[in-house]
Every structure is written in C-alpha cells, then in structure tokens.
C-alpha cells in the first residue's frame, strides 16, 4: 500500500529551519567550509580496486582547497563527457582524445608527469602463450580494446593497424571492449583475449603494484608519445576554481602528504600544458574520422 508523505506542522517546519540555520552558523563561526563538495570525474583506470587512494588523495585536496571532495566515477568515457558538457562536474582526469573531440567545450587544467614528462604511450600486448610474435600474427585472433573513446585503448591501434595495411574491422577473428585498461590486461592474462590494447602507464604501474597481473602479457609494440591523459573542467567552472585545484596538484611533490598520493599514483607530479601537446591525437584521429 502507498503510504502518504507525513504532514510537518508549521511549528515543526519553523524548528527544522531554525536547527538547520543553527548548523550552518556553527559551521561557519568552526571556519568549517559551505560550499558543497567539489565533483571530480574519474573513469576505471588501475584505480578500480584502490579506494584508500583516493581517500588519502581526497584528504591532501580537502586540506589545500579547503573545500570538500567527491569523486564521481563513471564506468565509460561517454558518460564521463556527457557529465562535463551538461556542467554536472567541476573537473575530471579523462583521455587526450575525449579532450580534442570536445576541447571547444573545455578547458585544459593540467596534465600529470610520469617519469618526468607529461607524456604516454599505448602498448600493443599479447598473452605470452599465444605465439604471436610480429603484428602480422594478428590476423584471426581475439582483441581486447578498452574503450571506444580511448586513445591509447581504441584510437592509436586502429590507426596504427591501418598503417601496415591491416583493416582492424575485419582481421580480427573477435574484438570487444573492456571499458576498463586494467580488464584489457586481465583479459590477455586469462586467455579471453589472445591481445589488446592498453595505456602503458597503466601497465607499467600494475607491473610494479601487481607483477602477477603483467606476468603472462608481453610486450609487441609502443607507440610514439603522446599528450598524458588530462585534468579538465567545463567552460562554466570558475577560472579562480579552476587554478585553486591546478595549483593544488601543481603542490603536491612539496607537501609529504602530496608526496605519498604521488608514489602511489606512480606519477611525479603536474604541470600546466599547452593545447598543442594533444595535437598528434588530434591529427591521428581526424584522419581516421569521427568515432561514435
């Protein structure tokens, strides 16, 4: 049976608002902050499984922003685009192709820097039982991308598929998606997939964290470097908001605090970054066409 809202008296209505109002004077004269909390947007990297990180990396923001924090994780880049362009995040860490695909709708906040530049690759890995030794062993395998969206995970091998003459369409015996690099390689690792494609970051940090997770991957090919996925924020999030959190993470190797979330990251830091550093993405996938 339905049940009827309860009916809240005048006095009681008068009450609740002057608690509320209480509470938020209380707060105020605490020097506690009012605003609510800032909204960034992560999709599933080899974070998936790491909720302490983001806690601690949660706490070193709250301290320099002064703001709170809430992570918002999205299980693709669609919906994580879809977010940033009906302003319903202040920022988000996202790949270097979603960023050129929307860049009139966004602006570039920073970029992280592993092994002391802002710079990445895609790998090109196979499972070590499968026998393929060169890229023209690919035809009539199974492959493992991670994203439609993904530069590293979609976009350069296909691109770089074309380039050896190779129709990505139409050699593969199976392809699927993942939606996640750590599944790429969890599926090449478990023989549902004879090779993928993956963000080499990504690998190289589980080969650190988790060797047994890598173990029965190798590597075929790297690509050329290319801009290091992004920190960006929508058009409608406030320029002073938008350097607070750049300079924040632009701090972080200073603090110990910092410091500790970096190691963890397997980043060095990050910095401020041009536009132009994604143009070899945008390049590679204008040639290629429009992606759905």
Request: glycine share 6%; proline share 7%; hydrophobic share 45%.
């Amino acid at each position: 049976m339905k049940r009827s809202k309860p009916h809240l008296s005048a006095w009681t209505r008068r009450r609740w608002l002057a608690v509320t109002a209480a509470g938020a004077v209380s707060a105020w004269a605490a020097g506690q902050p009012l605003e609510r909390p800032l909204r960034i947007g992560l999709t599933p990297v080899f974070l998936d499984d790491r909720l302490g990180l983001l806690k601690r990396w949660e706490s070193y923001l709250r301290a320099a922003l002064g703001q709170p924090i809430r992570w918002v994780q999205f299980s693709n880049y669609s919906q994580i685009v879809d977010a940033l362009r009906g302003a319903r995040l202040d920022l988000a860490w996202i790949c270097g192709y979603p960023y050129v695909r929307e860049r009139s709708h966004l602006e570039l906040v920073c970029v992280p820097l592993w092994r002391q530049k802002p710079l990445y690759q895609s790998y090109l890995i196979v499972d070590r039982a499968s026998g393929i030794r060169t890229v023209s062993d690919l035809p009539g395998r199974v492959f493992a991308y991670s994203d439609p969206l993904s530069n590293s995970g979609f976009i350069y091998p296909q691109f770089y598929l074309r380039s050896r003459g190779l129709d990505p369409t139409r050699i593969f015996r199976k392809s699927f998606f993942t939606y996640s690099h750590r599944h790429v390689v969890d599926a090449v690792s478990q023989g549902l997939a004879e090779a993928g494609a993956v963000d080499g970051y990504i690998w190289e940090a589980l080969a650190e964290l988790a060797p047994s997770t890598v173990a029965q991957t190798r590597i075929l090919e790297r690509s050329p470097d290319f801009g290091f996925p992004p920190f960006v924020a929508p058009r409608a999030t406030p320029a002073t908001l938008i350097k607070r959190f750049a300079d924040a993470l632009a701090a972080m190797p200073s603090t110990e605090a910092g410091r500790a979330v970096l190691a963890e990251l397997r980043l060095d830091g990050f910095t401020a970054a041009s536009p132009t550093l994604f143009d070899g993405i945008a390049r590679m996938a204008k040639a290629q066409g429009p992606v759905a």
